[in-house]
Nanobody, 125 residues
Framework: QVQLVESGGGLVQVGGSLRLSCAASGRTFSSYFLGWFRQAPGTEREFVAGISSWSGLSLYYADFVKGRFTISRDNAKNMVALQMNSLKPEDTAIYYC?????????????????WGQGTQVTVSS
């Protein structure tokens, strides 16, 4: 069982930065693939970024955040982070972290076993 709790959301101006964190419980945190998703009002939840299990050497990003967002993990602290730079109004959404024991397609919600409650990010123009 893994419990995930996001933090770090808030209101930021266009071009600004935010760092989201997701704290996890569970002794097997290192073995999970971790992902960040987001959901804006009236839209489907979409994949944002993912990081491989254990050493986290493999990083994956949706095209719309490449070069702006960076995902990282700290297994010693049971945490995954999403550094978001050069924020745009279209980045406004609730951001969720998720954990998957085995990932067939990281972009699909059903690939993930555990989800956090989400944290709101609002980018104002």
């Amino acid at each position: 069982q893994v419990q995930l709790v996001e933090s770090g959301g808030g209101l930021v101006q266009v071009g600004g930065s935010l760092r989201l964190s997701c704290a996890a419980s569970g002794r097997t945190f290192s073995s999970y693939f971790l992902g960040w998703f987001r959901q804006a009002p009236g839209t489907e939840r979409e994949f944002v970024a993912g990081i491989s299990s254990w050493s986290g050497l493999s990083l994956y990003y949706a095209d719309f955040v490449k070069g702006r967002f960076t995902i990282s993990r700290d297994n010693a602290k049971n945490m995954v982070a999403l550094q978001m730079n050069s924020l745009k109004p279209e980045d406004t959404a609730i951001y969720y972290c998720a954990a998957a024991k085995e990932v067939l397609d990281m972009r699909l919600r059903r690939s993930y076993d555990y989800w956090g409650q989400g944290t709101q990010v609002t980018v104002s123009s």
